[in-house]
């Protein structure tokens, strides 16, 4: 019963490398989301995906990018690391049995990514 | 634009003890989705509850209940018998009412329970 799984926990980067960062969800949800989140500020919305083959930007998408590989998996990949962001980042998913803003998201454990 | 406020950064509340932590946000909107999410120290953020604007009553879960006052677009979260466990960041979220995509989040508050 694993839920929302997110690997690395941990990565330092160099600014400029690349990197993705995997999300995979076992809940059959159809939403699933990618959020950051800074000291002193709330969680802001990267990207998300409706559902399989649909992805749109959330909040703050720029320098990233994702990929809604399937039902089960997001992944979300910086092209070219910078240090702003250096960041906690959370995937997230939703049961869409409530067609409204009731749902209820089920977080990862969150991925720390420092860039140098 | 929608805004969530969380005004005290951070809490403190001996073990046994009640303790309540403010929320106010912002919006235009008459139907929409107030949520308290809990954050422990292992970073996984989970649900503590979830109000809908249009019910009256106010949302309980066990040790955790609201004081939802629509019209001054509070939502503050009493948690009653404060345990260890109750240790974490926690986050007011507003939802409006046809979206799972613009949930908007304050910056959290620290709770500190003392033994």
């Known amino acids: 019963n694993a839920g929302v799984t997110q690997t690395p926990k941990f990565q330092v980067l160099k600014t400029g490398q690349s990197m993705t960062l995997q999300c995979a969800q076992d809940m059959n949800h159809n939403s699933m989301y990618w959020y950051r989140q800074d000291p002193g500020m709330g969680l802001r919305l990267i990207y998300y995906s409706a559902s399989e083959g649909t992805t749109d930007k959330g909040e703050v998408p720029n320098g990233y990018n994702v990929s809604r590989l399937n039902k089960r998996e997001f992944s979300l990949r910086l092209e070219s690391a910078a240090p702003s962001q250096t960041s906690v980042y959370f995937c997230a998913s939703s049961d869409d049995t409530y067609t409204s803003g009731a749902n209820v998201l089920t977080f990862g454990a969150g991925s720390r990514l420092t860039v140098l | 634009a929608q805004t969530v406020t969380q005004s005290q950064p951070e809490m403190s509340v001996q073990e046994a003890e009640t303790v309540t932590l403010s929320c106010t946000y912002d919006?235009?909107?008459?139907?929409?989705?107030l949520f308290w999410y809990k954050q422990p120290p292992s970073r996984q953020m989970i649900l503590v509850i979830r109000?809908?604007?249009?019910k009256q009553q106010n949302a309980t879960e066990n040790r955790f209940s609201v004081n939802f006052q629509k019209a001054a677009k509070s939502f503050s979260l009493k948690i009653s018998d404060s345990q260890l466990g109750d240790a974490a960041m926690y986050f007011c979220?507003?939802?409006?009412?046809?979206?799972?995509?613009?949930?908007?989040w304050g910056a959290g508050t620290k709770l500190i329970i003392k033994p």
């Open positions: 919006t235009s909107e008459s139907d929409y989705y």
């Open positions: 109000q809908e604007a249009y």
């Open positions: 979220a507003y939802s409006p009412l046809d979206s799972n995509y613009q949930l908007i």
